[in-house]
C-alpha cells in the first residue's frame, strides 16, 4: 500500500487522501462479498426455501387457522406496542428535551436500559412478577387475571423491548432544536398543547416516523422475550415469529420458510423506507452525527 | 424587612416558560416506572433472595459455567470479527465511491430489521450439512451448523451492524486536510493511515465492540436453531434460562440472569469510560 501512496509525482491531486486503485478495488470487493456472504444470503435463503415446492405450497401456509391466528396476534400486539411507546417517547423527550433539571442523564440511561438487556431475561422479569410463582402472582390467579403464557403479557413484554426507540431517537433531535421556536408561540400567545402540535411536532415529525418504523419492525419481529412469556400455544399465544419456530421444529420447512417470508418482507419494507428517510431528510431525523 | 437570601437555592429545575414540565416528566417516570423499574426489581429481590452464595453455587455448576463460557467466549470472537469487517465496511461505504453504494448502505442495517427468529432458521437452512454453504464447508471438514462455529457465525451477523454504524459517523467528520498535511510532510499513504487517521477511531471501534459483544452475549432467536444446543458443547446461556424456566427453576433462571446483566452493566460501564477517555483524549466521542 506504502509503494503506491508514496509514488509522489501522480497525476491526480486527491489521491494523496485516498489509496491508490488497485487496493479500494480490493477493499471495495472485500466488503461486497462479505455483506453479500453474511448478510444477503440468509435474507435470499428465506425466499427460496419459501418458494422451494412452487406457489401453492407456499399460499398453502397461509390457509390455516394457526397462521391466521399469529397473523392477527401480531398485528394486535404490534398496535398496541407501538402506539404506547409513540406516546411515551415524545411525552419522555418533551420533559427531556426542553427542561434542565437534575438526574436527567441517569434518566436517559434508564430509558435505554431494555437496549442492554438479553431478551430471554426481558421475558424472564415478566415471569417474575406475573408467572405463578411471581410476585403478584397469587393475586392474579385469586383474581383470575392471566397475564403470562396469554396476550398480555406478549403485549407488555413487546413495549419492554420496544421501550427506548422513539425517545433515544426524539430525545437528541429536540434538544439540538432547543427551545426558542416553542418560545416564541408561547410569548405570540398560543397554549402549550397549540405550541406543540404547531411548532413541535412539524418540527420531529420525520425522526418521529422513522423511530416508528424501527419500533414497528421490532414489536413485530421480537423473538425471545415473547417466547419466554408465551407458552407457545397454537392459535391462542403465538404470533408470527413463534409461529415460524414451531413450524421449523416440526420440520416443515416450506410453511416455515414462507411464513418467514411475511416477516423478512416487512424487514426490506422497513429497510427501503428507512433508507428513503435518510436520504430525503437526513437533518430532520436525527441530531448531528450521522448524515449520509 | 428581611431581604431574600443572596445565593441562590440549588433548583431541581431551572425555570422555563416552557409549560408541562410535572404532567410529561410523570408520566415519564409512571411508565419507566412500570414498565421497566419494577418488572427489573423483581429480578434483583429474586437474585438477593439466593444470595451471593446462592448465585456462586448456580454459576460453577458445570453446565452453567460452560454455557456462560460458550455465550461469552464466542461472543468476543464474533465481535472481533464483527470489528475488523465492520471498520473495512465503514471505511468502504464512506471514502470510495461505487456503484450501489447507498444499497450496499441499507443492507448493513439488515440484522437490525430481519426478525432474530428469521435470520435463526436462514443460517440454519445455510450452513447445514446440506446447505448451500454448508455443503461447501463440510468439503473442507468444517462442520458449521449446530456446533460452536454456528454461534459464532450467527453472533457476527447480528453484531456487525453494530460494528459499522458506531464507526462510520467518525470516519464520515475526518478533516481531509490533516491526511493532506500528512501527505505533504513525506508520510506515505499507509503511515497516514496508522499514525494519523486510525488512533482518533479506536474509541469508536472499541465502542463498537463492546456493543457487538453484548448483544451477542444476550442473543437468542438468531443462534438456537444454528446452535444444536448441545449440552456443554453448544448450548448458550439465554437457552439455558429458557430451560430452567420451563423446569420451574426460577431460582436458576434468575441466578444466571444475573450474571448476565451483571457482565452486561460491567460492560456498558467500559464503554462509559471509553468514550470519557476519548472526549479528554481526541475531544469528541
Known sequence: ?292 | MASPPLRPRRRFRQPSVIPGFGLTLGYTLTCLSLIVLLPLAALVVRASGLGLSGIWEVATDPRVASALRVSFGISALAALTASLFGFLVAWVLTRYDFPGRRLVDAVVDLPFALPTAVAGIALASLYAPNGLVGEQLAKLGIQAAYTPVGIYIAMVFIGLPFAVRTVQPLIVEIDKEIEEASATLGAGRFHTLTRVVLPPLIPAVLTGFALAFARGVGEYGSIIFIAGNLPYVSEIAPLLIVIKLSEFDYGGACAIATIMLGISFVTLLAINLIQAWSRRRFGYV
Open chain 1, 1 to 292: 500500500m506504502s509503494e503506491i501512496a508514496t509514488d509522489l509525482p501522480r497525476q491526480q491531486p486527491a489521491s494523496v487522501v485516498t489509496e491508490g486503485g488497485l487496493v479500494r478495488g480490493l477493499l471495495i470487493a472485500v466488503a461486497i462479498v462479505f455483506l453479500a456472504l453474511f448478510l444477503v444470503l440468509p435474507l435470499a435463503t428465506v425466499f427460496v426455501q419459501a418458494f422451494a415446492k412452487g406457489w401453492d405450497a407456499y399460499l398453502a401456509a397461509f390457509h390455516e387457522a394457526d397462521a391466521h391466528a399469529a397473523i392477527r396476534l401480531t398485528l394486535i400486539t404490534a398496535a398496541i406496542a407501538v402506539p404506547f411507546n409513540l406516546v411515551f417517547g415524545v411525552v419522555a423527550s418533551w420533559a427531556i428535551a426542553k427542561f434542565e433539571f437534575r438526574g436527567k442523564n441517569l434518566l436517559i440511561t434508564l430509558i435505554d436500559l431494555p437496549f442492554s438487556v438479553s431478551p430471554v431475561v426481558s421475558g424472564l422479569i415478566y415471569v417474575l412478577v406475573f408467572g405463578s410463582q411471581g410476585l403478584i402472582g397469587p393475586w392474579l390467579i385469586e383474581h383470575d387475571i392471566q397475564i403470562i403464557f396469554a396476550v398480555p403479557g406478549i403485549v407488555l413484554a413487546t413495549i419492554f423491548v420496544t421501550f427506548p426507540f422513539v425517545a433515544r431517537q426524539l430525545i437528541p433531535l429536540m434538544q439540538e432544536q432547543g427551545t426558542a421556536e416553542e418560545e416564541a408561540a408561547l410569548t405570540l400567545g398560543a397554549s402549550g398543547w397549540h405550541a406543540f402540535r404547531t411548532v413541535t411536532l412539524p418540527n420531529i415529525r420525520w425522526g418521529l416516523l422513522y423511530s416508528v418504523l424501527l419500533c414497528n419492525a421490532r414489536a413485530m419481529g421480537e423473538f425471545g422475550a415473547v417466547s419466554v412469556v408465551s407458552g407457545h400455544i397454537r392459535g391462542l399465544t403465538n404470533t408470527l415469529p413463534l409461529h415460524v419456530e414451531i413450524l421449523y421444529n416440526e420440520y416443515n420447512f416450506v410453511a416455515s420458510f414462507a411464513v418467514a417470508s411475511l416477516l423478512a418482507g416487512l424487514a426490506l419494507v422497513t429497510l427501503g423506507l428507512k433508507s428513503l428517510l435518510e436520504w430525503r431528510y437526513a437533518g430532520d431525523i436525527a441530531a448531528s452525527g450521522r448524515r449520509h
